[in-house]
């Protein structure tokens, strides 16, 4: 998702009712590629009676919400939405809608970091703002959600979520291979002081790029990665300056900067021959996160190869999204507030 809608700073909130408690644990089939579809999704089947949904699954947002038909066919305001690979959630009755006055509102809103205006008190308004300007409309519904596992079958949870009806200039009429979003954001920024793994410094083989160490976060639902335009600039230049003579670079539709090669890439192994330099990142207290050429470029229909990373004006931070954490497994223990990978 937050591709289309360019990086999205935080906003995250599975909010999971009781009972929980007992299926401590789940797993679910990730579907999807950071090329061409652009999104890493999971099924969850919603309401009563349950409906799939593809939700990407995103460490960079708090809110996790659907596509939604709130005002059905009597809404003279169109729903400004992206057409998604289902059709849209609606709730069913006035019940689902969470009122202004709950605690769950006031969670939202809180990690939101925005003030509730009860103009509406029957339901839960919020906005969501991202770092390109766009808005996102919608109000927190509750709804039950059913597992597509055997293994849970008398567990019954109900599930908060927003169910956005405004999804913001940038939707347009572009389909969608997910119809929202599953927010994992929860405590998964790595902050000085607050976790172990402290703030980072960015290298390009030996050379360190941008002279300030910043904070990392990992956003899982950006298929690309992001830092801030000047660092952006030197990283493009160093590499550039590090390249083999056989590439060219050539215009693509897919993104601002690739390159031909002796002969179109195919695979992975075919980058390897060609692209050698090695991001790191390093982390104070001396963990490295390695990125490799196959971590930082993406091979188009054209076979051409993509530099997967992008700069961002007014960006303070290195948001590292799914490209570059292909082929890691990457746990996010919220409770500890930890974070790991490995290879
Ligand atoms: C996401 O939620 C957490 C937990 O409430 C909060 O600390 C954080 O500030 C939120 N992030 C943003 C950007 O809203
Ligand atoms: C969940 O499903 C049950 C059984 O169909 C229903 O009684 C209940 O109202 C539903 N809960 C919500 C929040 O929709």
Same mark, same amino acid.
């Given at each position: ?35 061409? *579809? ?18 990407? =699954? ?11 038909? =709130? ?45 509730? *205006? ?16 766009? %808005?996102?409309?919608? =109000?927190?519904? @509750? *709804? ?32 969608? =291979? ?43 639902? %950006? ?14 230049? &160093?590499?550039?300056? &590090? ?80 490209? &570059? ?5 990457? @746990? ?6 930890? @974070?790991?990978?490995?290879?």
């Amino acid at each position: 998702m937050a591709a289309r809608w360019a990086p999205v700073v935080g906003l995250l909130l599975l909010l999971r009712l009781p009972p929980m408690a007992s299926a401590s644990s789940m797993v679910f089939k990730l579907d999807g590629n950071v090329y061409p *579809d652009r999104h890493f999704y999971v099924t969850f089947n919603i309401g009563e009676p349950a409906k799939p949904y593809f939700l990407d =699954v995103t460490t960079g947002s708090n809110l996790t919400w659907l596509e939604c038909d =709130v005002c059905g066919d009597s809404c003279k305001i169109r729903n400004k939405l992206s057409q998604g690979p289902h059709p849209l959630y609606r709730p069913t009755n006035e019940n689902k809608f969470v009122p202004c006055a709950h605690s769950l509102c006031d969670a939202l809103h809180q990690d939101l970091g925005e003030h509730k *205006d009860c103009l509406a008190p029957t339901q839960c308004n919020y906005e969501i703002k991202y770092l390109d300007g766009a %808005s996102f409309l919608g =109000v927190l519904v @509750i *709804d039950n959600l059913s597992f597509p596992t055997e293994k849970f079958p008398k567990t019954h949870p109900v599930i908060a979520f927003g169910c956005g009806y405004n999804q913001g200039r940038n939707s347009g009429n572009k389909a969608s =291979v997910v119809d929202g979003v599953l927010g994992l954001g929860r405590a998964l920024r790595i902050k000085p002081n607050d976790y172990s793994l402290g703030r980072e410094t960015l290298h390009l083989d030996t050379k360190q790029i941008g002279a300030n160490p910043m904070e990392l976060v990992l956003d899982s639902g %950006s298929p690309y990665t992001y830092l801030p335009d000047s660092v952006h600039v030197q990283l493009v230049s &160093s590499l550039k300056a &590090s390249l083999s003579k056989s590439l060219k670079e050539v215009p693509d539709p897919e993104l601002t900067l690739c390159w031909k090669g002796p002969r179109p890439f195919r695979s992975v192994d075919d980058l390897k021959k060609e692209f050698k330099p090695l991001v790191s990142l390093k982390l104070e207290h001396g963990v490295t996160m390695m990125i490799p050429p196959k971590n930082y470029l993406i091979i188009t229909e054209s076979g051409n190869a993509c530099l997967g990373t992008r700069g961002i004006r007014n960006l303070y931070m290195y948001l590292i999204g799914g490209i &570059s954490l292909q082929d890691q497994l990457v @746990i996010y223990d919220n409770e500890k507030e930890h @974070i790991g990978w490995m290879r």
